[in-house]
């Protein structure tokens, strides 16, 4: 071969939303603790009163009938910010009764409120400056989704890592397999 290479031909970038590990030590680690059961899966959720950032409450076992997504998020938190409206969109594309819940995790509402109000999202922002409900739900790290079928069950714990739109695909296909759980149970 002769003449000159494009350089750019020898370069690697990564995917949008590709995910850094320092080693293959680290990355076998962090896919272990994922994939380690979280101690609320396929348990009862707990029977937790949900505070608006207005001040709305909203009590969980009265969601019964309902899909429930918990978001846990904060401001500071960029990858929080990214998937959020992917909440939204994945609610829409599974097509079932379900409800969003976005939990602020240790931040003061008033201020939440100031930082959301030029955003344009769907889901119910709830306070929890003091992380009550981030500990109820055992969220060692942010973002990171709770699914809660019609029963109340929680049925899929989904932690950081993933790209946005390989998010909204598993989460959509959380609500409905949370959905589908509960037709499954009410056959006789």
Known sequence: ?????????????????????????DYKRIKAEEKRAHPLLDQEAPKLELVSIHGDRFALQSMRGKTVVLEFW????????QQIPHVDAAIRDANVDAIAFGVNSGENPAMVRGFTSELDWSLTLVGDADSRLTK?????????TVVIDPKGTVRQIIKSGLAPEQFQERLTEAI???????????KP
């Open 1 to 25: 071969m002769t003449g000159d290479v494009d350089e750019s031909l020898f370069s690697f970038r990564p995917a949008a939303g590709a995910q850094r590990f320092k080693s293959m030590e």
């Open 74 to 81: 904060s401001t500071y938190c960029n990858a929080c910010l």
């Open 176 to 186: 409905v397999e949370a959905g589908d759980a509960e037709l499954v149970a009410a």
């Open 136 to 144: 109820a739900f055992d969220v060692a790290t942010l973002p990171m």
